[in-house]
């Protein structure tokens, strides 16, 4: 049965560009990384009230939850690890993991929660919990620079996205115009998985379509979805030595901006940003549009989306949006279901539906 969502609350505390949400573990908590130097966690069990903030030097460009934990990347390349959830006798200070020498985009962890990818830049970073600190371990080889333009320059390596396989012994890794490359962490090898190759338009070698704005992995790590710039999603199926072009849904977007895309409902469908106002949920098997969640106006970027799935109760999801200034919003979405019943839903659709302002 194909999930649907309805709007459950609206955030209008940041302002300008949304560039990362997520959801705690539990699904209490969200946390917002924004253009206005603020990363802010809300409270969604207290009708999404702000309990918590911290101001930076530069904009906050991604956020990751593990345990009560709070991982934030910023604009200078700083990641820290800050504890926003405790309780203020046993909250810990913020610690200062590493700085990298460019904007963190984005950061994933392994299924056990002790190692962590951080993608800045060109790199991808390795980092490792050992004895209760997380501590950098190395960067993992770039890939060749790839193709030809502008009178002979390169084009730049920039890595998107990054995810975890086999049991955490390699990861997979999205370039903007380098493919997918694929890295042993046993052998510390790293080779080309799909592209760039792949994706010429043969008609003029100086047109490129592959461009990678960010990927997802299923939950079963058995495919991958890619977000390409201007043109909507390609869908892959992992194999043993390389990637499997299965299929693509072309969602042309009038505007050359980086679009999310995550695996949702059990990695039935996927949801991804737009450049009209709408987040899509399209369905895996045929790449068939479900739903539009209705954002904002037809001229609004939806920049950033959160999903979670909490045991035993509605799952949620989260937009942001990202060239409304002042007018930014995030709001909130929850599944249609018989568990949006349940005392806890119906406890967080009365809150909110007090606090929230219409779109």
């Known amino acids: 049965m194909k999930s649907s969502y309805t709007q459950l609350g609206v955030l209008d505390a940041p302002t300008d560009f949304v560039h990362a949400l997520s959801f705690s573990l539990d699904g209490r908590y969200l946390a917002s990384a924004t253009n206005d130097e603020v990363v802010r966690v809300y409270d969604i069990q207290r009708g999404l009230a702000t309990i918590w903030e911290h101001k930076g030097p530069c904009p906050a460009t991604a956020v990751m939850w593990r345990d009560h934990t709070l991982f934030v990347g910023s604009m200078d390349g700083v990641l820290i690890c800050v504890y926003p959830t405790h309780s203020w006798i046993r909250r810990r200070r913020s610690e200062v993991i590493y700085t990298a020498d460019e904007p963190i985009s984005a950061m994933e962890f392994n299924t056990h929660g002790d190692y ?7 790199d991808v970073l390795v980092f490792q919990k050992a004895s209760k600190k997380w501590k950098y371990q190395d960067f993992i080889p770039r890939p060749v620079a790839f193709g030809e333009f502008n009178d002979g320059d390169f084009y730049p390596i920039l890595a998107t996205s990054a995810h975890f396989l086999e049991n955490d012994k390699s990861c ?12 042993n962490f046993d052998t510390w090898e790293s080779r080309s998985y799909w592209g760039p190759h792949d994706s010429y ?9 592959g461009r990678i704005a960010t990927s997802a992995k299923s939950p079963d790590s058995r495919s991958v979805v890619a977000a390409n710039l201007c043109q909507g999603l390609d869908w892959f199926k992992i194999m043993p030595d390389r990637l499997k072009k299965m299929s693509s849904t072309h969602q042309p977007q009038p505007i050359n901006i980086p679009l999310p895309v995550l695996f949702i409902d059990h990695g039935q469908a996927v949801i991804m940003g737009s450049t009209n106002g709408c987040a899509l949920i399209l369905e895996v098997k045929h790449g068939e549009k479900v739903q539009a969640l209705k954002h904002g106006s037809d001229q609004t970027w939806v920049t950033s989306l959160a999903y979670i799935e909490p045991v035993g109760r509605s799952r949620m999801i ?5 060239n409304r200034g002042q007018r930014t919003k995030i709001i909130l979405w929850i599944e249609n279901s018989e568990k949006s019943s349940s005392k806890f839903s119906r406890s967080w659709i009365v809150i909110l539906k007090i606090v929230s302002r219409p779109p």
């Open 172 to 183: 997979l890794i999205s370039y903007l115009h380098n493919g997918f490359w694929k890295v």
């Open 201 to 209: 338009d043969l008609g003029d070698s100086r047109r490129y379509f």
């Open 116 to 122: 962590l990818l951080v993608c800045s830049g060109a």
């Open 318 to 322: 989260a937009t942001g949006d990202g």
